[in-house]
T-cell receptor, first 116, second 115 residues
Framework: DTAVSQTPKYLVTQMGNDKSIKCEQNLGHDTMYWYKQDSKKFLKIMFS???????INETVPNRFSPKSPDKAHLNLHINSLELGDSAVYFC???????????????FGSGTRLTVV | GENVEQHPSTLSVQEGDSAVIKCTYS??????FPWYKQELGKRPQLIIDIRSNVGEKKDQRIAVTLNKTAKHFSLHITETQPEDSAVYFC??????????????FGKGTKLSVKP
């Protein structure tokens, strides 16, 4: 019944590895996001997708590549992981975008990534 | 682009006192201002929001005020309880351009309510 679900919840990996985080929402929303929350709790947007199309790509290293196979899924793949990538990554969804956005975000439970 | 400033970064109050968290934003076209509560180890959850055509909104012990002219909005929690302890985030919608409708978050306020 979870509205926005992310897997895995915890991810510990070594530097240089490639990893993926999956996100699925069953709310029927057409916009999905990835946010990064660092150790100081700052929530920073990384990507925004609307109906499988990339809307926002903030200043994020190109080692991060989002993929949206359909509007209910937005996965995040990270290549060549670095120590500084350690953070909690939150997926979120909302209905609409631009002038049609209704703005209410529903967040997933987060993925705590630790790079060692 | 939109910039959201949030103060204070930490706030400690006694149980039963009121708590006020303030945010300012830069985008005059912003029209939606939500507040999220994040308990330790959990996801941010929407607790209250306000749109630009309203100056104040209340929901039990929580209220939000908006001053569009000054571009600031505030969260007010009355009769605080220990379970109000959390990190609170304000956010403002991007008003125009390719990111229109997306939310920009403040840096958060860690509220501690002491019994």
């Amino acid at each position: 019944d979870t509205a926005v679900s992310q897997t895995p919840k915890y991810l510990v990996t070594q530097m240089g590895n490639d990893k993926s985080i999956k996100c699925e929402q069953n709310l029927g929303h057409d916009t999905m996001y990835w946010y990064k929350q660092d150790s100081k709790k700052f929530l920073k947007i990384m990507f925004s997708y609307n109906n499988k199309e990339l809307i926002i790509n903030e200043t994020v290293p190109n080692r991060f590549s989002p993929k949206s196979p359909d509007k209910a899924h937005l996965n995040l793949h990270i290549n060549s992981l670095e120590l500084g990538d350690s953070a909690v990554y939150f997926c979120a969804s909302s209905q609409g975008t631009g002038k049609k956005a209704n703005y209410g975000y529903t967040f997933g439970s987060g993925t705590r990534l630790t790079v060692v | 682009g939109e910039n959201v400033e949030q103060h204070p970064s930490t706030l400690s109050v006694q149980e039963g006192d009121s708590a006020v968290i303030k945010c300012t934003y830069s985008d005059s076209a912003s029209n939606y201002f939500p507040w999220y509560k994040q308990e330790l180890g959990k996801r941010p959850q929407l607790i209250i929001d306000i749109r630009s055509n309203v100056g104040e909104k209340k929901d039990q012990r929580i209220a939000v005020t908006l001053n569009k002219t000054a571009k600031h909005f505030s969260l007010h929690i009355t009769e605080t309880q220990p379970e109000d302890s959390a990190v609170y985030f304000c956010a403002a919608s991007v008003g125009y351009g390719g990111s229109q409708g997306n939310l920009i978050f403040g840096k958060g306020t860690k509220l501690s309510v002491k019994p």
